[in-house]
């Protein structure tokens, strides 16, 4: 193996204003993508979970869709296939003049797609609560809406606070996929320094240390809210 | 929508479906290594040795924190440094697949083993098989049986995840169907062939892993 080592690379300028500007536009992308896909995903659960069968039909539908085609796939399509379909105004609009085209496309494919996994786990935490809980709210008198409010979803949304944790931590990796249609984050950065430099080595290395140090500290992080928040008496949390 | 041009995609039908053979045999060989490899990374956890128990671990949380397009870019990188010479993209993305999978099915396999009941072990060594027998004979045939919907779940994410390929450019059905599109001015038809393509497997594949689970399920 033939290779000239030189981790000082990485602190040299550009490089490393180049390392810090990628995480920051992985951080922005994967917190935006986020909002969507934490209050879309919130939304669907509810549909999925509630008593009006087209709801219901609705939500599962979206989320079959969303989950059964792959994210770079759905992300060429918003980006290349959508703007064609709009009438021609609005088509162009989308390509060129909406502000930075290809992130917004980014955060709205990745929140979408990640909607349809909070779904599911938002289901998951609401079938967790149990079907007694919301019949003793029926029976007290609230309706369909207030049982959510003040019954299923605060009871939910803190047991599945670990499964919702890697799942943004999910949109966080997936972020990378942004790359190929041209936003230049962390994954894409490290690309650009192997392609000036040839020090591939030292750049995926100082990415991939970025990456497990977020990861880990989002983990640890949840983990204390976990705690903080847990709902005491139920066998999940002993 | 209304000049939507099937024709393209019957002309190009060759090309599409030697694309989609190497999403497949992609698809088939990572599901192979990643279970081989992630089944040896559960039973090493589960059998608590010391450091070596600790490293399998490491390997599990440190590969479940990074991107799969990094992985990649990392094997793309490191393959053909190591042998010092060229290879094939193709080899470089299978490798890097297992390592990245094996982390993910190493942690379905683990689950699996530990829902057998810890009574089947104590009675395949009183019956005076060693630990690995015990292993291979007893737990893992039930592991695996039960964990049959799971895996091919994660088959079905595998099978989707293959279209990071595009990264390096290797020529799977998304690469092919992108090169005619963009040589044939028909991007519109060629992704939502695309779409619905892996959509159809997809979609075929987890409602059979849903009958298996019902199948299955006591």
């Known amino acids: ?238 | 929508m209304g000049d939507f041009d099937y024709s393209v995609i019957f002309d190009n039908l060759p090309l599409l479906i030697d694309g989609l053979k190497v999403t497949f045999l992609l698809t088939i060989l990572a599901v192979v290594g990643g279970i081989v490899l992630g089944t040896l990374l559960a039973l090493i956890r589960i059998a608590k040795v010391p450091v070596i128990s600790w490293v399998a671990a490491a390997y599990v949380n440190f590969f479940r924190s990074l991107p799969l397009i990094l992985v990649i870019f990392w094997l793309y990188f490191l393959v053909p440094l190591f042998l010092g010479r060229p290879v094939g993209s193709f080899y470089s993305v299978l490798i890097a697949f297992i390592l990245f999978e094996a982390a993910y099915y190493s942690e379905i396999i683990r689950a699996g083993i530990s829902s057998i009941r810890s009574g089947q072990v104590a009675a395949g060594r009183a019956i005076g098989l060693s630990y690995p027998q015990t292993m291979r004979y007893i737990v893992l045939p039930q592991a695996f049986r039960s964990m049959v919907p799971v895996l091919l779940t994660q088959a079905i994410v595998l099978f989707q995840d293959t279209s990071l390929v595009y990264v390096v450019g290797l020529k799977d059905f998304l690469v092919s169907a992108e090169l005619i599109a963009n040589r044939d001015q028909r991007l519109v038809e060629m992704f939502v062939l695309v779409a619905i393509v892996y959509f159809f497997f997809s979609f075929a594949g987890s409602l059979y892993a849903r009958h298996l689970q019902r199948k299955l399920s006591v």
């Open chain 1, 1 to 238: 193996m033939n290779y000239n080592w030189d981790w000082g690379i990485l602190f040299r300028e550009p490089y490393f204003d180049w390392l810090v500007e990628g995480l920051m536009w992985t951080v922005s992308l994967s917190l935006l993508a986020w909002i969507i896909a934490f209050s879309l995903g919130s939304i669907l659960g509810i549909m999925r979970t509630c008593s009006s069968r087209p709801l219901q039909l609705i939500a599962t539908a979206y989320v079959e869709l969303f989950r059964n085609i792959p994210l770079l796939v759905q992300l060429f399509l918003w980006y290349f296939v959508f703007p064609e379909l709009l009438p021609d105004d609005a088509g162009r609009w989308v390509k060129r003049e909406m502000p930075m085209p290809a992130l917004t496309t980014a955060i709205i494919a990745l929140g979408l797609y990640t909607a349809s996994r909070v779904c599911e786990q938002v289901r998951s935490g609401i079938a967790a609560v149990g079907p007694g809980q919301r019949n003793a709210g029926k029976a007290i008198g609230m309706n369909e809406w207030q049982v959510y409010r003040y019954i299923l979803l605060p009871n939910a949304f803190r047991i599945i606070i670990p499964p919702l944790t890697s799942e943004f931590l999910t949109i966080f990796k997936n972020s990378s996929l942004a790359l190929t249609i041209g936003v230049v984050e962390l994954t894409a950065m490290t690309r650009q320094i192997e392609e000036y430099t040839f020090q591939g080595f030292e750049a995926f290395t100082a990415a991939t240390l970025i990456y497990s140090v977020v990861t880990f500290t989002v983990m640890l992080l949840m983990r204390i809210v976990e705690r903080r928040v847990r709902i005491p008496g139920m066998i999940s949390t002993n």
